[in-house]
């Protein structure tokens, strides 16, 4: 089993950053893949990133990318999300997900935090 806990939600204007935390905890094994999805109120909930603990093998929604960055520290256990340049469409509620197998693919993905919220004002 596998526990992740996000933190590090809140509201921001746009242009700000803010920086997500995944912390997790159980069986990690260093090939999982550790993904961020969002889910903004009526739609789908969709990828925004995505790596090995390793640290091989990083991915980025194409929309997203250059703005985003997923990282990660072995020694604590945590998975970040660095978000800059925000803008009012990237409020949703942001998820921390854990999987054997790399997929931008939220159905894929057997392990999910709870979620944290990002409010982007403008």
């Known amino acids: 089993q596998v526990q992740l806990v996000e933190s590090g939600g809140g509201l921001v204007q746009t242009g700000g950053s803010l920086r997500l935390s995944c912390a997790a905890s159980?069986?990690?094994?260093?090939?999982?893949?550790m993904g961020w999805f969002r889910q903004a109120p009526g739609k789908e909930r969709e990828f925004v990133a995505a790596?090995?603990?390793?640290?091989?093998?990083?991915y980025y929604a194409n929309s997203l990318k250059g703005r985003f960055t997923i990282s990660r520290d072995n020694a604590k256990n945590t998975v970040y999300l660095q978000m800059n340049s925000l803008k009012p469409e990237d409020t949703a509620v942001y998820y921390c997900?854990?999987?054997?197998?790399?997929?931008?693919?939220?159905?894929?993905?057997?392990?999910w935090g709870q979620g944290t919220q990002v409010t982007v004002s403008s």
């Open positions: 159980g069986r990690i094994f260093s090939s999982y893949v």
């Open positions: 997900a854990a999987d054997p197998v790399m997929s931008r693919w939220s159905r894929e993905y057997d392990y």
């Open positions: 790596m090995r603990w390793s640290g091989s093998n990083t």
